[in-house]
């Protein structure tokens, strides 16, 4: 949730560290801090708010120093204020430290503490890690490094952490479990942060730590790891495949509306490979080894949580439609507490953008004792899902910045199609003729794309007209059921208007009572599917008054009668339909929160990457 920069080197550490903050605020924007060290004395200033109010704060103060470390935070512990805020200091002032995480026993480590005098100033549970540290470090008369080392067997929960020690200019210690770091690695310089953004200007050779790993990094020396259990371990280096541009905003106002323009794009490079032009068969490169257990697995179960949740839903369909295997799909976050029934014969798949996801990763973690087959879609390389799964496959939508899940939902899609089609095809569930006949609907998905992205101006103009409604009902049947769902989720989410995805059968259930002339409701009704039914549902929903926007086939006419506001999109194959309605109702969303004066890039409460329960 939170992001981490950490430097030591040559360098002056202030301007890396705000910098880099800049790059993770998309990961928690309540507060800021950084820690310098200089002249052997720890610095610390933080304020409430966004990176840049730090920056005013930090303008006239003295930011020396060629070792720091940089929070912004998203709350979960005590009230997003200036107390609150990381970095916290031990209770004797020589140490500091920021924490990505929850430490889940903190009270009653807190209250120990407590007993033996310690005294805290925060609500936070970082604070009490700092102290323990202290405490550890000062009775066992041993360095930060084994008094971080012997402390983390005593914390339950995630952290990632980095740690700084008065007097000691050239080294920090960092630590992780179940929220992410990455080390970089330059000449005579590390850089630390909670992805590889901050670090990309400067090297591209990474270090990613294990769960339950711990660093001594020190500017004139190799990295020094080693697990809690004190087992040395060899760093390896990675090449990272990021580039600077990617991570900027390329001339778009925000980085969500460069994402939704970025969709064509990122459909291509997940496509890439994996689709031989001539002989038109599927390689998954990934799954390979594991395509036999997928045919032969009695239910494929889809875990995942927000948007991702939605593209498992499509996934849940595409698999039972084409290939014929079971699928549940489950929010991971339920998944783990409800004593669920898992089989060595099930195959356990992840989806998540960031790859580290706590919930997901929990409900993998109990697929593995129980013996299941794992599997992971996610964007991050090198991140914890593609770690713990047997096999998986990446995503390569790029980075995604804003907050709201854009592109990385419909490249999920894109490799749920693949893995469903090739699946299909091995089994024998479509014929050669349906199977060509997907691939090249599949492969005409990005300029399809290009030509609904070239109807914003049009959308822009219908978001004027709805821009300060208070509710809006969204309805889909089948495969757009989801989109449904998460057009819903995505109005929602930044533009704070209340907003609910049905079944556009189920309106009947209930829904339909809300309906009035002040309430819009957004329609998916392509020509395939339940066309017929869907029409029926909007002609009740305009015998009540309702303000319909309708999203639609090119060239449809029944429609179009009916509603107020039309959406064309190019026909398609219903199974990939979802790839094509979902883009206007991304910018749909877009438009009205942006003339609510809402920030798009970072809705309030919210968070990229959600690394804590």
């Not at 889940?104 to 540290?133: M, P």
């Not at 005593?154 to 992780?176: H, N, Q, S």
């Not at 969500?256 to 599927?282: A, C, V, Y």
């Not at 883009?583 to 959600?610: E, F, T, W």
């Amino acid at each position: 949730m939170c992001g981490i920069v950490a430097y030591v080197g040559e360098q002056k550490a202030y301007p890396i560290i705000i910098k880099g903050l800049q790059r993770l605020e998309y990961r928690g924007y309540d507060s800021a801090g950084v820690a310098l060290l200089e002249n052997k004395s720890i610095e610390i200033l933080k304020q409430a708010g966004k990176v840049s109010d730090l920056e005013s704060y930090a303008a006239n103060k003295n930011t020396n120093g060629h070792i720091g470390i940089g929070h912004t935070r998203w709350a979960t512990h005590g009230v997003p204020n200036e107390i609150n805020a990381h970095p916290h200091n031990s209770g004797d002032g020589k140490l500091a430290i920021i924490h990505n995480g929850i430490i889940e026993n903190y009270d009653s480590l807190k209250k120990a503490l407590q007993e033996k005098g310690h005294q805290f100033e925060s609500d936070t549970d970082t604070e009490v890690l700092i102290h323990l540290i202290e405490d550890i470090k000062n009775h066992e008369n041993c360095s930060l490094f084994e008094a971080v080392r012997l402390v983390l067997n005593e914390v339950i929960g995630a952290y990632a952490i980095v740690v700084i020690e008065k007097g000691t200019t050239d080294e920090f210690i960092a630590a992780r479990k179940g929220s992410p770091l990455v080390i970089g690695v330059g000449e005579g310089e590390y850089f630390v942060a909670s992805d590889a953004s901050p670090i990309i200007e400067y090297t591209r050779n990474v270090v990613y730590l294990e769960d339950g790993e711990i660093a001594r990094i020190n500017k004139s020396e190799e990295l020094d790891i080693k697990t809690i259990s004190n087992v040395k371990k060899t760093p390896y280096i990675h090449e990272l495949e990021l580039s600077l541009d990617s991570i900027e905003k390329g001339g778009f106002s925000s980085f969500m509306l460069k994402e939704i323009f970025e969709q064509p794009k990122s459909i291509i490079d997940t496509l890439r490979g994996r689709i031989n032009p001539t002989t038109k068969e599927i390689t998954l490169g990934g799954i390979l080894n594991y395509e036999q257990k997928i045919i032969n697995a009695d239910r494929i179960i889809i875990v995942a949580c927000g948007t991702s949740w939605h593209a498992g839903l499509i996934g849940e369909y595409l698999f039972e439609d084409l290939s014929r295997i079971s699928v549940e799909v489950e929010y991971a976050s339920e998944f783990r507490y409800r004593n669920p029934i898992i089989n060595k014969n099930d195959v356990v798949l992840a989806i998540s953008q960031s790859g580290e996801t706590a919930d997901s990763l929990a409900a993998l973690e109990l697929a593995k004792e129980k013996g299941a087959t794992l599997l992971g879609i996610c964007n991050v390389v090198g991140s914890s899902i593609p770690r713990l799964t047997h096999a998986g496959s990446y995503t390569h939508a790029g980075p995604e910045i804003g907050v709201a899940s854009t592109k990385a939902f419909t490249t999920q899609i894109i490799v749920l199609a693949l893995m469903a089609i090739k699946m299909a095809h091995k089994k024998g569930t479509i014929t050669i003729s349906k199977y060509h006949e997907i691939i090249t609907e599949l492969e005409l998905i990005p300029e399809k794309i290009e030509k609904i992205l070239k109807k914003n101006d049009q959308i822009e103009k219908i978001a004027e007209k709805f821009k300060n409604a208070t509710n809006f009902l969204y309805l889909g049947r089948g495969y757009n059921f989801p989109v449904a769902l998460e057009g819903a989720l995505k109005l929602k989410e930044i533009s704070y208007i209340h907003a609910e995805g049905y079944p556009a059968a189920e309106m009947k259930h209930g829904p339909i009572a809300l309906i009035d002339d002040n309430m819009p409701i957004v329609v998916i009704a392509t020509k395939k599917g339940n066309y017929d039914k869907v029409v029926s549902n909007i002609q009740e929903v305009k015998a009540r008054g309702g303000r319909l926007i309708a999203i639609v086939t090119e060239g449809d006419k029944t429609v179009k009668e009916l509603a107020d506001y039309c959406i064309e999109v190019p026909d398609s194959f219903d199974g990939l339909s979802p790839l094509l309605t979902n883009i206007p109702l991304q910018l749909l969303s877009y438009h009205i929160a942006l003339m609510r004066g809402c920030n798009v890039d970072m809705p309030r409460n919210l968070a990229k990457s959600v690394t804590v329960e």
